[in-house]
């Protein structure tokens, strides 16, 4: 299995551009997860989806940021307009619903200038 | 809300040696998972143990093992032989049973040297 996969891996842009992050999870998985790390806050979980329903979004900071999983195989987090504080990287993980293993892709790494 | 503590923001230790990391964590659940997480340069986060709290049995895999104790509510993590490829940040975490989040600790960054 290819495992969880994100694109683009690096991003840079400039302050109050639209930025659009895309994952395709793991064939099977059915609950996908969308974390963000940076310095100060750690890694933090922003949204996750159980068979492409958003469940939690509790942890999306503001109104800037949406997440979609349109199917199975395919989801995005995108930022509208991007602050510079927006840098970090953004890792999606993916698991089965019944299993408590998340596996993760290799992140995105934005900044925002 | 659970949160996760690791204690040690750096630690070195040189190849062969074994080394422990720390993890506690606060939670009024009876029931709950915990992960050690590795996360080399290439910042990949990789899984490299789990345990479930039911079970008594401290978990391991090669060379990696957890000291696990409920009633403390600590779980470290054991390098044995460590290794020029184990240099990393290790991150614990903690999950409540049906809840699918994972609460992760601020990480240890952890030195191998030659």
Same mark, same amino acid.
């Given at each position: 299995?290819?495992?969880?996969?994100?694109?683009?891996?690096?991003?840079?842009? %400039?302050?109050?551009? %639209?930025?659009?992050?895309?994952?395709?999870?793991?064939?099977?998985?059915?609950?996908?997860?969308?974390?963000?790390?940076?310095?100060?806050?750690?890694? %933090?979980?922003?949204?996750?989806? +159980? +068979?492409?329903?958003?469940?939690?979004?509790?942890?999306?900071?503001?109104?800037?940021?949406?997440?979609?999983?349109? +199917?199975?195989?395919?989801?995005?987090?995108?930022?509208?307009?991007?602050?510079?504080?927006?840098?970090?990287?953004?890792?999606?993980?993916?698991?089965?619903?019944?299993?408590?293993?998340?596996?993760?892709?290799?992140?995105?790494?934005?900044?925002?200038? | 809300?659970?949160? /996760?503590? $690791?204690? &040690?923001?750096?630690?070195?230790? &040189?190849?062969?040696?074994?080394?422990?990391?720390?993890?506690?964590? *606060?939670?009024?659940?009876?029931?709950?998972?915990?992960?050690?997480?590795?996360?080399?340069?290439?910042?990949?986060?990789?899984? /490299?143990?789990?345990?479930?709290?039911?079970? &008594? $049995?401290?978990?391991?895999?090669?060379?990696?093992? /957890?000291?696990?104790?409920?009633?403390?509510?600590?779980?470290?993590?054991?390098?044995? *032989?460590? $290794?020029?490829? *184990?240099?990393?940040?290790?991150?614990?975490?903690?999950?409540?049973?049906?809840? &699918?989040?994972? /609460?992760?600790? $601020?990480?240890?960054?952890?030195?191998?040297?030659?």
């Amino acid at each position: 299995d290819a495992g969880v996969i994100q694109s683009p891996r690096h991003e840079v842009t %400039e302050m109050g551009q %639209e930025v659009t992050l895309r994952c395709k999870p793991i064939s099977g998985h059915n609950s996908l997860f969308w974390y963000r790390q940076t310095m100060m806050r750690g890694l %933090e979980l922003l949204i996750y989806f +159980n +068979n492409n329903v958003p469940i939690d979004d509790s942890g999306m900071p503001e109104d800037r940021f949406s997440a979609k999983m349109p +199917n199975a195989s395919f989801s995005t987090l995108k930022i509208q307009p991007s602050e510079p504080r927006d840098s970090a990287v953004y890792f999606c993980a993916s698991s089965s619903i019944n299993y408590y293993e998340q596996y993760f892709g290799p992140g995105t790494r934005l900044t925002v200038t | 809300a659970q949160t /996760v503590t $690791q204690s &040690q923001p750096e630690m070195s230790v &040189q190849e062969a040696e074994t080394v422990t990391l720390s993890c506690t964590y *606060d939670t009024s659940e009876n029931n709950y998972y915990l992960f050690w997480y590795k996360q080399p340069p290439s910042r990949q986060m990789i899984l /490299v143990i789990r345990q479930e709290a039911y079970k &008594q $049995q401290n978990a391991t895999e090669n060379r990696f093992s /957890v000291n696990f104790q409920k009633a403390a509510k600590s779980f470290s993590l054991k390098i044995s *032989d460590s $290794q020029l490829g *184990d240099t990393a940040m290790y991150f614990c975490a903690f999950m409540r049973q049906g809840a &699918q989040k994972l /609460v992760f600790g $601020q990480g240890t960054r952890l030195t191998i040297n030659p």
